[in-house]
DNA sequence: AGCAGCCTGTCA
DNA sequence: TGACAGGCTGCT
């Protein structure tokens, strides 16, 4: 599942491969993979270049003439990869030709992701970008304290609403509450000063730790090169049901909150 | 607030 | 063969 660490290895893979690039063709396989509409879609991207590359929480942004915009969302499964040829030819929903040769394929075997041409730049703030709260890495301490600090409901909830704070998902939550010895199902307001620093700290050094291994490729994630990265051999309890935490040894337990999986040793992080 | 739906590959 | 994986929208 690609996330902030994962979305930013993308985007530096790719900016090199397209900047400059002037798009010649744009291909659509799967229409609702685009979106206002393939037309709509195809039609705006052609004939303009990428001037920019950037990213919001898990939202990868390119920067095309004319202030116009596309974004592209990974959610589970969706893949960029910049060839002369896709490496695999399944689940290719979409093909952008650049003018040396090169595409950018989108390839997402669930479906899931989308990718959103933007005319100006308030489409892009009206549209993807809408109620998308701060980068995780962009926050400083005393922002995320306050933010985080007041919600109600389970932290770990707290941590994946990308309204609160954009860019974490299942994995990072359950690696940065680890390592700051919380529970996932604290209560935002019992917490200390403390206990919102380490939460704010753990969650940066996780988050860079995985962007220097180039992400985690649990399942087939891969960067634009189509290189996996090796963070997944970092987990401290994601995925690791029944195996000693790193700290304490004792297993590593797993619970269901908010729908998803929760992986968090009972010892370490203890109930507030 | 909580959950179905979107999707398909993987694993039990 | 059916449960599970989960980001996000939209519905109740």
């Known amino acids: 599942m690609p996330e902030l660490p994962e979305v930013e290895c993308v985007r530096r893979t790719l900016e090199p491969a397209v900047l400059g690039r002037a798009i ?6 799967y229409a609702k993979a685009v979106l206002p509409d393939a037309r709509a879609f195809a ?3 052609g ?9 919001h929480g898990k939202l990868l942004i390119l920067g095309l003439d004319q202030g116009a915009f596309m974004t592209i969302h990974l959610r589970m499964t969706g893949q960029v990869i910049v060839a002369d040829q896709a490496p695999q030819a399944d689940h290719i929903h979409a093909r952008i030709d650049l003018d040396d ?18 005319p100006d730049a308030q489409a892009l703030q009206n ?3 809408a109620n998308m709260g701060p980068d995780a890495l962009e926050l400083e301490a005393e922002a995320f304290a306050t933010l985080v600090g007041a919600r109600g409901g389970k932290l770990k909830n707290v941590l994946l609403d990308q309204r609160v704070l954009a860019g974490v998902g299942n994995i990072y939550a359950d690696e940065s509450l680890h390592r700051a010895g919380l529970s996932p199902l604290a209560d935002p307001r019992a917490l200390s000063a403390d206990d919102l620093d380490r939460l704010h700290r ?3 050094q996780t988050l860079l730790e995985a962007l220097e291994q180039g992400g985690s490729s649990v399942r087939n994630f891969m960067d634009a090169h189509g290189r996996a990265g090796t963070f997944q051999h970092s987990h401290r309890v994601y995925r690791r049901t029944g195996q000693p935490c790193p700290v304490c040894g004792q297993p590593v337990e797993r619970i269901v909150v908010a729908g998803r999986g929760t992986h968090f040793c009972p010892a370490c992080q203890e109930k507030c």
Do not use: E, H, W
């Open 24 to 29: 010649v063709a744009v291909q659509i396989n």
């Open 43 to 45: 039609d705006g991207l």
């Open 47 to 55: 004939g303009k270049s990428i001037t920019a590359t950037a990213r």
């Open 101 to 118: 040769g090169q595409s950018l394929f989108y390839r997402d075997m669930r479906k899931f992701g989308r990718l959103n041409y933007c």
């Open 127 to 129: 549209g993807p970008l």
């Open 202 to 204: 753990a969650l940066r």
